[in-house]
């Protein structure tokens, strides 16, 4: 849980005594949570400038009691204090008591704010008076709190309120300000760079020429005056006109007319707009677009024959996996058909190995031999068999000797 109140600051007697005081010690307030409020360098930094004990205190209890309002309070008791004070920079918000031993009335906030208009200030007065709250806040209070009619909530949003506003009205004023130098700046652009005017009477003939048409047209205006204009007079419309330089370049010219009188005659106005650069980025934009175009059509094709590439490797790849699920099923029934042909002669064997071993000194030689030719016949058997499982497995490592012969 955060700490919603931090250490106060307060000016020793001597402080109160001098006009300039130095930076007044920290007084932490003895609570539990004191530790971790003080990690916190991120806390509202206010300035109390009040001269009663009594109202000094009973700010540090509100704001000692305030939920989710991490601050650091400092007091001082003079007006000239807090403007020291504020001289050292690093306070977020002022609250200001209107009568101090240095200055009274309303003039105490108005000097704390014709020097420091940044710092969003709140008026603690033990005035009710409603035209008094309304001037304040008309010379740029942020509030006007009467003393022992507000709690620690509306102190807190007066606060946190005051601090916004301030902080819109720095930012609007910022914007204020850039739109006003931007304005000046694009006033003094159209003023050096104004666009070409021409002025044609209604027998299409040039009479006046400016500066900026004289450098559009590559042409000084005596040579211009009195030549026919060639290009269109329908009012209203916006045409293009090429105009080629000395250096043999073509300029491409917005024309814009207007009628109107001279001389006391009808004439037109023709003004005229350098767009090369921007008929030229229409050009290269639409190039680019076109490449992009060809390029996400290329990529698309790319990507549709690669896909269907990865399904031709999928089906194939499942048409495999079923061939080898075959040949596994395969290779189990051959093993257990091997193992059967197996024990069939193996058990002969064995039998046939017995008798002799019980028997032999007890049998004629013809018994004898047949056992043993039987023996041999299963061994036999059995070397087929292995032949054939070898076979079998010689596929999978590469050793099977492929020789085809013409038939």
């Keep these: ?46 300035l109390l400038i009040e001269d009663d004990i009594q109202d000094v205190e009973l700010i540090k209890a509100l704001l ?15 007006l000239e204090q807090g403007l020291e004070y504020l001289r050292q920079g690093n306070i977020d918000i002022v609250l200001c008591d209107l009568f101090l031993p240095d ?39 942020q509030d006007y709190l009467v003393k022992g009619e507000f709690d620690r909530n509306l102190l807190v949003r007066a606060m946190r309120y005051g601090i916004e506003r301030q902080r819109l009205l720095l930012a609007l004023k910022g914007q204020t300000e850039a739109l006003r130098a931007s304005e000046e700046q694009f006033r003094t652009m159209i003023t050096r760079n ?23 047209m590559n042409c000084k205006a005596e040579k211009l005056q009195g030549e026919l204009w060639c290009g269109s007079l329908v009012v209203g419309q916006s045409t293009e006109l090429d105009i080629r330089s000395s250096y043999g370049k073509i300029v491409i010219a917005e024309i814009q007319l207007v009628e109107i009188q001279w001389g006391g005659k ?33 990529r698309t094709v790319e990507l549709r024959v690669a896909n269907a590439q990865l399904q ?35 058990t002969t064997i064995y039998s046939s190995a017995a008798i002799l071993e ?8 013809t018994p004898q031999v047949k056992h043993c030719i039987r023996i041999q ?31």
């Design 1 to 46: 849980m955060s700490s919603t109140y931090l250490p106060v600051t307060s000016p020793s007697a001597d402080q109160r005594n001098f006009p300039a005081p130095v930076p007044p010690s920290v007084i932490y307030f003895q609570n539990k949570l004191s530790k971790e409020i003080a990690e916190h360098p991120d806390c509202t930094q206010i």
């Design 64 to 78: 000692k009691k305030a939920k989710h309002f991490p601050a650091t309070l400092t007091n001082v008791e003079t």
């Design 103 to 141: 200055q009274q009335g309303l003039e105490t906030f108005c000097e704390i704010y014709a020097r420091f208009p940044e710092v969003p200030i709140i008026i603690l007065s033990g005035l009710t008076d409603e035209n008094l709250a309304i001037e304040a806040l008309q010379e740029g209070a």
């Design 194 to 216: 104004a666009d070409g005017v021409v002025i044609i009477d209604h027998n299409r003939v040039i009479q006046f020429v400016n500066p900026a048409a004289e450098s559009l």
């Design 266 to 298: 009808k004439a037109y106005m023709a003004s005229l707009r350098d767009i090369t650069t921007r008929k030229e980025l229409e050009i290269a934009q639409k190039q680019l677009n076109d490449e992009l175009e060809r390029r996400v059509k290329k």
């Design 312 to 346: 031709v490797l999928e089906i194939k790849l499942r048409q495999s996996l079923m061939k080898e699920k075959e040949l596994n099923n395969l290779k189990s029934r051959i093993i257990s058909s091997i193992s059967h042909e197996y024990r069939t002669p193996l």
């Design 358 to 365: 019980r028997y032999c000194h007890k049998m004629d030689m």
């Design 377 to 407: 016949s299963m061994v036999q058997h059995l070397t087929g068999l292995v032949d054939d499982v070898l076979f079998i497995n010689k596929p999978e490592c590469d050793q099977l000797d492929f020789q085809p012969e013409p038939i």
